[in-house]
């Protein structure tokens, strides 16, 4: 699992930058056409989900439960947010997918390590 943490870690941290990018975007649409909608502000959530999330996976590759129960809170936030207020961005379904696979993936780890 050590490297499925580096590997998601290193992942999450370049889709925030991209994720950052088409929130400030759809935000920017969100506003000009006065829909009412909050699927850019939702994007930048997911989006520091993902770097906060991607920093500590780094970091807690090699240890313990902790980082674990980090891993599954924060991507858990980011899936949350990005499913239920995605609105008519769509592409925020997809990140927020990504953070779903992680936080499965961590509360795999979790299991595992009390094995």
Request: net charge positive; aromatic share 6%; proline share 0%.
């Amino acid at each position: 699992m050590k490297t499925w943490k580096l590997v998601s870690g290193i992942v999450s941290i370049v889709l925030c930058i991209f994720v950052s990018f088409q929130s400030c975007a759809a935000g920017l649409g969100n506003a000009l056409s006065a829909n009412g909608e909050v699927s850019g502000s939702a994007g930048i959530i997911v989006s520091i989900m993902l770097l906060a999330a991607g920093i500590v996976s780094i970091a807690s590759r090699k240890g313990g439960k902790g980082g674990s129960i980090a891993l599954i809170v924060l991507y858990g936030i980011g899936a949350l947010c990005g499913y239920t207020m995605a609105g008519s961005y769509s592409d925020l379904i997809i990140w927020a997918s990504w953070c779903l696979i992680c936080a499965v993936l961590a509360i795999v780890s979790l299991v595992k390590s009390n094995k």
